[in-house]
């Protein structure tokens, strides 16, 4: 039979996708895994539940596989998951934590996206081809996360179509959210992109830099302050 993978029209996304991936020793076994799932079973219960979230129709069988794949993991604030630069190996499913993906730049980084609870991080185009990321992502706060490799994914999508069904609706769901954020950049004003950005992610506003926040907005901090003391005044 022919060999499954992740469909290489899916990994060409120069965004850095809500996931991130890290890689697991061969020879820890299965014994071991099931184990640290016990010590960590809030986790992994959260995991399992947003999975089932994110897409309704996956198995139980898949479910589990995902978790089996995946190790806990833990970020102090400002360390990277990954550099841009350095061959991803492994995705990141955020259990506690905000990230933060970033192009860096001689002059400036340019913030491209956040990174909550319940989501993934990772670029996708390192997923297919051991290509180098184009992102950073760093732990804005104390991260923990469930980490699981590039290759446990390819294999499970060789070996099962339900697998490679759901890469490719985590894959839309960050395609339409890039897409969506260039489009804001592009036709709205500063102060309608704040009010955009309050409105759908104000959960996560406390807990992003003014920097951070001016640079996703293509904004300045000047700017966005003052349009901060507008608001609060209205």
Request: aromatic share 10%; hydrophobic share 40%; with cysteine.
């Amino acid at each position: 039979t022919k060999e499954r993978g992740i469909p290489s029209e899916l990994m060409r996304s120069p965004w850095p996708m809500a996931i991130v991936w890290r890689e697991m020793p061969s020879s820890v076994s299965s014994l071991c895994k099931e184990a640290s799932m016990a010590e960590h079973s809030e986790y992994y219960t959260y995991y399992r539940e947003r999975l089932l979230g994110l897409c309704p129709t996956l198995s139980e069988g898949l479910i589990e596989e995902l978790s089996l794949g995946g190790q806990v993991v833990h970020f102090a604030t400002r360390e990277h998951l990954i550099m841009a630069g350095e061959r991803q190996v492994r995705a990141f499913f955020v259990v506690q934590g905000l990230v933060k993906a970033y192009y860096p730049d001689v002059e400036r980084d340019v913030t491209v996206n956040f990174i909550k609870e319940g989501e993934f991080a990772t670029h996708y185009t390192s997923l297919e081809s051991e290509m180098f990321s184009a992102y950073s992502f760093q732990a804005l706060e104390p991260v923990v996360a469930i980490a699981t490799s590039y290759d446990h994914l390819r294999e499970l999508c060789r070996c099962r179509d339900d697998a490679e069904g759901f890469l490719r609706r985590l894959i839309e769901v960050e395609y339409a959210r890039a897409f969506a954020h260039l489009q804001t950049l592009l036709t709205h004003s500063s102060e309608a992109r704040y009010r955009l950005f309050i409105r759908e992610f104000g959960s996560v506003l406390s807990r992003i830099s003014v920097t951070d926040l001016s640079s996703y907005l293509g904004i300045s901090r000047q700017s966005l302050t003052m349009i901060r003391k507008r608001l609060l005044a209205e």
